[in-house]
Structures are given as C-alpha cells and as structure tokens.
C-alpha cells in the first residue's frame, strides 16, 4: 500500500472519525474497507503525530 493511500485515509478519518467510510472515500473497496480500517487505527494515530 501505498504512502499516499495511508495519508489519504488518515486525512478522510480526520473528517468525522469513522475508519470505514475513511477507507472508502480513500479508495478501498466497501468489502475491504472494515478490515481494512480496522487492521489501521494505530496508523491513524502515528501518522496523526507525525503531522503536528
């Protein structure tokens, strides 16, 4: 995956907090988007820290 894809994600959760829909409007498929938010959240954080 992707740098760019990680930081698209991590930018669509900052929107309303909601890793599912985060990965969709990322570009993960529906099917994939819940395991793949959910396999995710520490990145959320880490890549969150890094921006500040």
Same mark, same amino acid.
């Given at each position: *995956?992707?740098?760019?894809? #990680? /930081? &698209?994600?991590?930018?669509? %959760?900052?929107?309303?907090? @909601? $890793?599912? /829909? ?5 570009? %993960?498929?529906? #099917? $994939?988007?819940?395991? %793949?938010?959910? @396999? @995710? #959240?520490?990145?959320?954080?880490? *890549? @969150? %820290?890094? &921006?500040?």
């Amino acid at each position: *995956m992707s740098h760019l894809k #990680k /930081q &698209k994600f991590v930018d669509e %959760y900052l929107i309303d907090v @909601n $890793t599912a /829909q985060a990965a969709i409007r990322a570009g %993960y498929s529906e #099917k $994939t988007a819940n395991v %793949y938010s959910a @396999n @995710n #959240k520490k990145l959320i954080c880490v *890549m @969150n %820290y890094n &921006k500040n």
